[in-house]
Nanobody, 123 residues
Framework: QVQLLESGGGLVQAGDSLKLSCAAS????????MGWFRQAPGKEREFVAA????????YYSDSVKGRFAISRDNAKNTLFLQMNSLKPEDTALYYC????????????????WGQGTQVTVSS
């Protein structure tokens, strides 16, 4: 089994920065892509960013483009999300996910999910 563990969430003020991490452990798998999603209270889960494990191509939702940056340390099996210029509307539970098969770009399906880390941005 593959485990994904997010960390780095917290309470910050609008305009601050925060960096999330997602450590993958457990059974070795062929990582095709990884991504970040978020879910705010009362809302559906939404896509934030994705990165190809080989090549490093990235893709962002319009709501975070230019403010967030996704990256990956392949040697450490760790995914990152650098979040700058945070806004109150970025408040959500942030999840990381991983795909072991190619389902298009950006990926249409993820096989593994973490439990999430809470990000709260005060105005």
């Amino acid at each position: 089994q593959v485990q994904l563990l997010e960390s780095g969430g917290g309470l910050v003020q609008a305009g601050d920065s925060l960096k999330l991490s997602c450590a993958a452990s457990g059974r070795t798998f062929s990582c095709i892509s990884m991504g970040w999603f978020r879910q705010a209270p009362g809302k559906e889960r939404e896509f934030v960013a994705a990165i190809r494990c080989i090549g490093g191509n990235t893709y962002y939702s319009d709501s975070v483009k230019g403010r967030f940056a996704i990256s990956r340390d392949n040697a450490k099996n760790t995914l990152f999300l650098q979040m700058n210029s945070l806004k109150p509307e970025d408040t959500a539970l942030y999840y990381c996910a991983a795909s072991r098969t190619y389902t298009g770009w950006p990926p249409m399906k993820y096989d593994y999910w973490g439990q999430g880390t809470q990000v709260t941005v005060s105005s």
